[in-house]
């Protein structure tokens, strides 16, 4: 079951987007629990109270992270669907060509030659002016993305709320524990991301903790 979630998350999301959303929801969490320690009532009434308010917080930023997801896919694909009325609008084959240009190039610029590029055009030209036309609408794999989304964003509640629920006496110091895990994940985020960008997994991970403070520290500030 775990490999089956763990196939899905990677369908939807790319390395990048996935660590940024544990990253989202990991920051969401802990300016929460930081602002909430504050003004955090004594015994298990507290600890209830912040338990609850910790998992409601990050289902909303959850829900909030899901609905951009959808916009980002309509966007991408509007982009596209704009390509293809713009190829079959075009009046010849050259303008047709400059116009995919316009849009692959600064992908492609850098480690393609300008020969290989206009072969590649030309057939992109030709493949995508002759597709029917379709409307933007959102699709089953949008809605599956954007639950990927909201699921990793909503996992990095857990960590935050498993403390409240075994020190339910103590909030204040559950209070800290969470924010302790808070911060050990937020090193965990850095060295999975140095992984992917091919830094060091121990200086990322410090890097990362300190850029989760700051950026804490900044939503606290500006009333976060």
Known sequence: MASETKNWVQKYLDPSERVSEVLFGLIMVLTFTLTA????????LGARELLVAAIGCNIAWGIIDG????????????RRLRLGRALQAAPDEKA???????????????????????VLYRDVAQRVSRMPAE?????KEDLLGALASFWLVF???IPAALPFLIFRSEPR?????????????????????????????VVTGLAMTLLGGVLVAVAILLGG
């Open 37 to 44: 320690g504050l003004d955090i009532a004594e015994g298990e």
């Open 135 to 139: 409307r933007n609408r959102i699709l």
């Open 96 to 118: 047709a060509i400059a116009a995919v240009a316009k849009e692959i190039d600064p992908l492609l610029e850098e480690i393609t030659g300008p020969e290989a590029r206009q």
């Open 173 to 201: 110091f559950a209070l800290r524990v969470s924010n302790g895990l808070l911060l050990g994940l937020l090193f965990l985020v850095g060295c999975q991301w140095a992984r992917f960008m091919g830094g060091r997994r």
């Open 155 to 157: 996992l990095s509640t």
């Open 67 to 78: 609905v951009f997801y959808v916009m980002g896919a309509l966007f991408e694909r509007g």
